[in-house]
């Protein structure tokens, strides 16, 4: 693992797979998308506003799976000190965010024409709330963090233990629909199970894997961004001082 | 369906969330890369 952790190697390997998760991404997630409206037919009991699934269930795997990024990437960050985990740690949080947004906004959509409500505070809509919430605090203190370490303090630990600790959120939303009573269905897919039909589940399985490519290209992109940053930065630091 | 509501305008408010964010996400993500790698080649001096 560690093999990574040279700036240089994670470069050469980023410069090409960052186009190819991108454009394969974009490929994949808008053709199931396309195909999601054209070919699938309507639900028996939802009708037409099941193709809303292709994007909302995505959104929603992308929002936790950020987070899970967020706290590994802390993790190794704490326990073995990987030059990068700090940058793929923050890396992952913008898109992440985005993508829980893109999920409440999608829910709340979907939740009006078969729920007769906008939105209810029940546990998995709070939890995916506070998610929300946690990202956004996360960007602040990444923020922070950085303008301190300039100063050579140690904000950088203190953010990644502020993604360790606000992982306990990711099983509370998973399990929030089996745990309290909710207007939300218990989980449709489980290990080696799925209560979808094939109609559904083969476009909804493309149009995941094609949304956690665009993700894994864009947290890339954000990578590269921020070791550019740190770059330019140390130069002019070491440029003032000469 | 209930309240006469059409279906296929919820279904294509969504899609447009989701497409347009989408995208929006990854263009951001691309000029600010850009623009950090060009300022870090000057600042180097290349």
């Known amino acids: ?33 396309l195909y999601g409206v054209i070919v699938v037919p309507p639900d028996r009991l939802m009708g037409d506003t099941v193709r809303i699934l292709f994007i909302h269930v995505p959104a929603a795997w992308l929002g936790m799976a950020g987070w899970s990024t967020i706290a590994i990437a802390s993790l190794v960050e704490l326990v073995w000190r990987h030059p990068l985990a700090a940058i793929a740690g923050r890396a992952a949080a913008v898109p992440g965010a985005a993508f829980t947004a893109i999920c409440l906004a999608t829910g709340s959509i979907w939740a009006r024409p078969t729920w007769g409500t906008w939105w209810v505070w029940d546990g998995r809509l709070t939890s995916f709330l506070v998610l ?6 996360y960007i602040a203190l990444s923020g922070a963090a950085q303008r301190d370490m300039a ?20 099983p509370i939303i998973n399990r929030s629909v089996v745990w309290w009573n909710s207007l939300h269905q218990p989980p449709s897919i489980t290990a080696g199970k799925s209560a979808i039909d094939g109609t559904f589940l083969w476009p909804l399985l493309i149009a995941a894997l094609g949304f956690s490519l665009v993700f894994g290209g864009v947290v890339l992109a954000r990578m590269r961004t921020l070791l550019a940053d740190i770059q330019a930065e140390a130069r002019l630091r070491r440029k003032a001082m000469a | 369906m209930r309240e006469g509501l059409e279906q296929w305008d919820y279904v294509a408010a969504a899609l447009t969330i989701g497409v347009v ?3 929006l996400l ?9 623009r950090a790698e060009r300022r870090r080649d000057k600042v180097r001096g290349k």
Do not use: C, D
Request: hydrophobic share 60%; no cysteine.
């Open chain 1, 1 to 33: 693992m560690h093999g990574f952790a040279n700036p240089a190697r994670f470069l050469r390997l980023a410069r090409w797979m960052m186009p190819l998760f991108l454009v394969s991404g974009l490929i994949l997630s808008m053709g199931a998308l």
């Open chain 2, 26 to 34: 990854v263009g951001w993500t691309l000029v600010a890369m850009v």
């Open chain 1, 132 to 137: 929300l919430f946690l990202y956004l605090g």
């Open chain 2, 21 to 23: 964010g989408t995208l």
């Open chain 1, 151 to 170: 100063g050579g303090g140690g904000g950088s630990r203190i953010t990644a233990i502020f993604g360790l600790v606000g992982a306990i959120n990711i």
